[in-house]
């Protein structure tokens, strides 16, 4: 493109405050060429953060949205300001456990055709960000494998699960309190955990706190760790692993 | 006692002020009573907190202790000051990896016959703790099963050793890092658990906060827990608990 | 169990598939033997944390538990919580002061008669605490004697008590605020103390850290320590310890 | 295996007895075959903890390790330390940048042979920890591109090497004092980024604390974070996905 | 003025005991002076801090406040409560996304009449803060430019705007969330950066600490923080320094 | 003072410049004053923290004070660092214990003759922060009673004492580990308690944190704390105390 | 009284168990004795701490402490609540700002008759804080000097009270946000100070952490410091300070 | 310069190659253009932090930047390594209490021809980081005016130098302990406010914690905050606001 630019100037086709005019340009959009490969190859969506934001203003950014991208996806919205955005916006669908409002512009074929990503949750109280995980992934086009309620209280139950999430392209794995879960799925996987610490607990659990130091000082090698409660974080993560581990996808003329 | 005092003064044998007099004395010898029990039933050693003291004042205390005691047991004493200290007392016995210094009127039978405590530890540098908790267990009496670098990345290790946890009396678990073990020792026993974290780990560690929150969060049952690095108070723990279970040991008339 | 699928496949009575069926499920039974032994010997309860879950997950749990369990009971429900799920399972008895709701399948028997355990409490505000600490305790069959309202700041009021503390088998020692309470016991007892921090207090308590800590670095030695307002944990640790001074009880062939 | 095992016990030829040993291992073995996988998959060297062990120590398990493994990896190992263990096993390199020492069993070829790893820096004073990712990298297989001192300060000399990132499979981004790196170039790629805090900095940077929160609460999706200092773990972390993205590596029957 | 009270005692105008009368006062006006001179040269505003006053005291004070003072300006005050002030006080003017209601005595002509301040924000969730900033400034007298919606995440959002806050004389930037913005602005001007963390965020972002601690640690020159969430302060600091700037008016005698 | 000048001016004795340094002069005297009085109705000495300063330093501030002072004191001072400056200065006594280094004009009488400060202290390792306090108490002229290694854990050695400690003025409660001691002797006294963390301890005692947070959250009316280790700001604090309760001492007129 | 039973038993005009049951009964007494004489000598009121209990908790306790003491005070008690008990209690009297709730058995004549307490705050948002203080001293008989809004910010509205502040016995200085007003305050005078941190503040202040770790940290000498928000203690502890100032109060008969 | 350049392509004196080229470096001078302004304008120097660098990195890192700038700094520079680089740079200047390094290509003049900046410091402990600042100020070409050891506990001390204070253009106020000075300044005086929290203290000070979180709560507006113990950058941050107060410097046709 900026050889486009530079050939116009040099034939004459094009004034040099025409061309100083879309360099600027090209500039930005030397960035926005990220996003813009980012969404074609991925087909990821774009995220709204709903948490702080109106329906109004949710109304408004994702009709934006809607009109240059084939995704939308709004997190961490509650059923009432998803019901306002849907009057506006009935072709969004609400997942009220995983608090994901979201739009596809036709049911996209599965992306990720290869594989799967385990997401593995230590208790029921942790279900609303594992569900945040899986959802994030699944809208984003990765085949989510649900392993709940295999604390490591309980090894027995994380072990009989043991060779579905070893099966796993990548695991997320989600536990709040003492958040040892991901150090002993660390240990019996030999692909990537994304660890994502809840804050749920009482006392000394400091909101999360504890489960955070915990997975960050994992013994177990292969674990990487995602901010208190968020489940997008650990989903994202997991399908932006999940898409590299495609076959073929790594032609060098295709990327980027 | 305080009857005898009582009869005397009633016979005229005892003058009122000699009667306060030893009034006084046993007041104060009401809660002494219940340190010189503890040592006879439950062979208890006297313990010395080892650092910051010098070998001088070491050897004073233990001299001190060793006339009115059958054990005397130093923690936390450096090699170099315990050789000190060996020169003036030479009956003592210098344990380096725990670093402690014992000594015991005779060679005591074993007090505790039936069970023994398991020491449970996660990584070879959580050795110093895990061998404080154990010699000091020894040192009291119980007999001790080690079960060591059996930290929960390597879940496998730890299950090949699950029944000789299971069949323990009491279980003394000892990890840094994350300090996930005892989670996942607490949901395979059914016996009391003796978490001690360790100040082994870097970064987010804190000096083995991580560890500490992480036990005390554990959402397996069964689990108390001692200070960072405290093997002493684990081992002392769980050698109170191994006598209690020592068969016909709850005597009404022996107790206390 | 083992050995008999084993001779099943010798004797061809037995096919491969079938066999491979099994050992995987009872490599799964090898550890939820545990908890059959656990409930079996010990009478212990299953025990449902209520937070954060609706009556009705309550209800649906509850009744699952119920069908193989003589003993069934949640943690931390509120009063309202308990009296929808006792409309569902009216067989339930609701504690409001330990805002604990159980149910046993018969009048249990009390399973320890021997010795009692103390829960001991420092001021009325621990109560909540203490009190899920000796509810639990009580359901778990152990003979409980409370010593409340006897905080550090008036000794005379805790020493009043010694003796009966004192012939405890286990102490559970429930303070806020600075947290001190456990250190005076620990000094006065030589069994077991179990501490229990409670959030009780304003300013630099810090949400129960202050007595946390307090307690974390008691100088007096046999005291351990579980996490903030966990009074049930508290009451089963102290339990697991009364269970195992038992007169009798640690017959090889009868443990695990 | 199992199936063998079973074969021949209905075959006749293996006793109960001796199968029910081989199934004992076999369990064991059903856990460690996840390790001896990894290894023949991944080309994944066994690693060792340096620091806190003795030369000593080192060799003997260096010298067990080589026994059974094609590569060994030792991390945090001072030169004093590996200049020792040098003279013992000659066979192992040192550097001292990144502190590690280690050795493979033959000159082995390059494992991933698409795309490479950006090693990207924030400062020279993070340059050990970098090192130690890129080294940890390099000697598990990968090509590595290092892109140092471009901290979020001069952005320019970012931007200068952007295309260079995007084009890495995977990003390793080490920044200690503000450590907001990560999220600048987590913004210009879209592949995972793989933040590791340093604890390079002052005052109120407590110890890489101020980086490792920073990193964690990114707005940019893509970034997970490993403990501060941690450079072995982002290398670590990013070859695990940079293998994923060989291409026609994950064939069904190949995988685990 | 101390020279005219000697003088009039000199000349015996004034009586020793008036004199030390308003000797006193003259002691206190020493410093109200100062406050005095601020007003006139630099058209501040009193300002009071709304959160936690009541209507009625705001009122009263506000009414105190415009008896002496060209501007009265109230901070953090609600919708609800500044619509009960205006009520009693009709010439005030609520801005609603900055939270601030303020009156000033005369249409103030803009005071600084060059260059203008940059009020840079990083996601739109920082609006609140931002405008707080800007607001004070504004009706401190400055021209204000506002660049929203700037992360880091996507820095050429940032570039696209740099020479406008490059040209600015000083910065307000305003970030919550990991608070890298400022480090980046920070090393693309050459002026002096006011940074203002924000509470903005969830989990490890601890309530604005993540913020706050990234911006004290920018390794960006000349950069320095105010309190979170504080957009009043930033404003003011950036104000002070805009007056500094303003050409001829270092007169000596003027200053002070 | 004031008045004097005032005069002078009005009789023309004084030039208004004179006047006007003197008032200068008379304003800082104002606040200066205080510091006389002090020193003249106390006979507190003036005070030097001598970590951090060299031998030099200290000599040649303490000459300075010397000559206008009857007495100085230089606390936290090694005894290398004091032997330096009583080669300089001998008049000078150190006492090696509290590390202070003080001197006095002459051997001055006892100034607080009535009634006495207790100095309790928990353990042997408190011992260097209980003798600041005693010492600097006794140097500024207050008879101190030392009760030491009293610690919460063996309640009657604290109790054998209480009467002594109930008949002091005011207490200095000196304690490290869980910091308990404060809170049981608030509760026995009816005078004002000094608490003095130190940092004694290990682990989760976080360098004095764990009993600062013990003491300020202390259940117990009448005490109050100052910093950790700060055994000087004890002592001085309970002379200022103790001078206040000494008979006939607030005469207005001599007051201040 | 020991004595007197001693004479009994020898003149036997008391059994042996009598003497045992009033020596039990005096054991106890010799601690309640502090009690006693303290409520006797200083006047002080019976505390109840009103946070977390109803008014029906409070209203029995409060009537049980009306039967045995002159005066009784409740603390941290809503206006609500209070009314409640008021209406059981119609003799209390409640002080909405201090949110104390007290009763004195008849117009109690001001116990300390000499010098005064100076409760010192630094803004109107201390208030409440500051007047628990006052409101608690003036109920045990002080009087007190109120100096409010005198924040360090502006130097000179404090130093134009500096006469009245230094000529108090004794000062209670309470302030939040950066909580520097109790250094200044310490800097001018030369009685104890009793610093109060409050919770007052945003951001950074971190509940009072910010206030309480600044008065701890004071350059100056004579100051302590008591729990976040505690103004009784600030209070409780000037009293027991001011008493012991009382001219002619330390007759060592009259004492305790 | 980018019309330049498209200038000779459309004259077609360029190709578009060498055009590519030329444009990629003007990019990057887009952002090096605001280094090479700033010194130009301001004459800064070019700023090493010495900590963590050998003696040989600074030596050719000093030579590298001493090529293509007219002055260079080094802070953070031990008084052995900066004589080891002074062997190797003559030409370089040591200050040994700011511990910084520096050369000026020729007897700079000062810069800054009005005003002066003001260091005010606390204590004499806090001499080494204000003198970081004062000496980065100098060379930086501005007068300052040191004034030192006017802690708030000695009030009058600095309102003997409130003068020379408010006649400042721009104050760096550096404190440690409690860090109330910069509050106690901030009212004093109209302009800009440096705050340097330094890390000098013991016990709760945490390292200058303490004096950190003072500043950011003061309520003193005005005053922004840099890192603990950052001289350097109060400094830096004082120049940059004194270079915008120098009349006529703001000629829009010079800026940047």
Redesign the interface.
Known sequence: M??DI??Q??K?TLS?ME??DQ?ATF??L???K??H??KK??G?PE?V?G???TAE?IISITTALRARNNQVMVTRISEEKAAVVQQACPEFTYNEVARILYWKAEKNPKVNT??YIAVVA????DLRVAEEAAVTAEIMGSTVHRIYDV??????RL??H?EEI??A??SVVVAG????LP??V???????V?AV?T????????????????????????????????G??GG??AV??HQ???????NEDT??
């Not at 230590?122 to 109280?125: D, E, K, P, Q, R």
């Not at 006392?203 to 760790?225: E, K, P, Y």
Request: hydrophobic share 40%; proline share 2%.
């Open positions: 900026l050889e530079l050939k100037v040099q004459g040099i061309a100083k360099l500039e930005n030397g960035f926005a990220v996003d490969h980012r190859r991925q990821f995220v953060y948490e702080g934001k203003q290869q594989g230590a208790g029921t109280s604390g490591v209280a309980g090894i027995h072990l009989s043991a070893q099966k392209t990548v309190m003492e958040g040892a150090s002993v660390g240990g019996l996987v030999s692909h990537p994304i610490p804050s749920v607990g009482y006392g000394a659990n400091f909101n999360g706190l504890s489960a955070l130091l915990t997975m960050l000082n994992s013994c177990a090698s292969g674990i990487s760790v995602v901010n208190i409660d968020n997008f974080g994202y993560n932006l692993i590299l581990a495609q076959k073929g996808e790594r990327l980027l």
